[in-house]
T-cell receptor, first 116, second 119 residues
Framework: GAGVSQSPSNKVTEKGKDVELRCDPISGHTALYWYRQSLGQGLEFLIYFQGNSAPDKSGLPSDRFSAERTGGSVSTLTIQRTQQEDSAVYLC??????????????FGQGTRLTVV | AQTVTQSQPEMSVQEAETVTLSCTYDTSESDYYLFWYKQPPSRQMILVIRQEAYKQQNATENRFSVNFQKAAKSFSLKISDSQLGDAAMYFCAYRSASAGGTSYGKLTFGQGTILTVHP
């Protein structure tokens, strides 16, 4: 596709259930980011994948959160035993390899997660 | 770790007027990039303008321009001739350009400024 694709667009889940959020980056983009945005708030960094390097997981809020990136392309963010405070919009972004001049990150439209 | 601060949670401007959004950042790096992103109600993040830290000249994109003060670690966005379509949440972002380590290329965002444009 032409842009970053995230699925599902909206997800309602019961407290305690596990959820998986998917991100399809732009083809050829080696950098991939996950952010969380609570209602009316800023972007909270979660995790960053850059090519074959070890991911920067410093933003994951707890061990209930994990993410993987298979084959350097699609990424899945998994939240186990969801809590109400996990309700937010989860945004994915991708960019080309970080070389001079290729610095723009392109965002998907996000997944709105509601935990009831 | 780098931090980005936007001290104005909300700003408003009259249509056709000029408004400036503030952003400061903290870093020990000398090489980095700075961005302003716009997020309208549709949630889609859109790049407005970018600035390379090694360039002294302030970036401009049509009605959008920045005032980049490297020593002060300040990066403000000026919107001239404001239009109703400029209403959105604006985010300032920092991207590390220092090679090595897991944070190379990482994007860090400020908390955002909600801009309202009055007709």
């Amino acid at each position: 596709g032409a842009g970053v694709s995230q699925s599902p667009s909206n997800k309602v889940t019961e407290k305690g259930k596990d959820v998986e959020l998917r991100c399809d980056p732009i083809s050829g983009h080696t950098a991939l980011y996950w952010y969380r945005q609570s209602l009316g708030q800023g972007l909270e960094f979660l995790i960053y994948f850059q090519g074959n390097s070890a991911p920067d997981k410093s933003g994951l809020p707890s061990d209930r959160f994990s993410a993987e990136r298979t084959g350097g392309s699609v990424s899945t963010l998994t939240i186990q035993r969801t809590q109400q405070e996990d309700s937010a919009v989860y945004l994915c972004a991708s960019s080309l390899a970080f070389v001079s001049g290729n610095t723009e990150a392109f965002f998907g439209q996000g997944t709105r997660l509601t935990v009831v | 770790a780098q931090t980005v601060t936007q001290s104005q949670p909300e700003m408003s401007v009259q249509e056709a007027e000029t408004v400036t959004l503030s952003c400061t950042y903290d870093t020990s790096e000398s090489d980095y990039y700075l961005f302003w992103y716009k997020q309208p109600p549709s949630r889609q993040m859109i790049l407005v303008i970018r600035q390379e830290a090694y360039k002294q000249q302030n970036a401009t994109e049509n009605r959008f321009s920045v005032n980049f003060q490297k020593a002060a670690k300040s990066f403000s966005l000026k919107i001239s001739d404001s239009q109703l379509g400029d209403a959105a949440m604006y985010f300032c972002a920092y991207r590390s350009a220092s090679a090595g380590g897991t944070s190379y290329g990482k994007l860090t965002f400020g908390q955002g400024t909600i801009l309202t444009v009055h007709p």
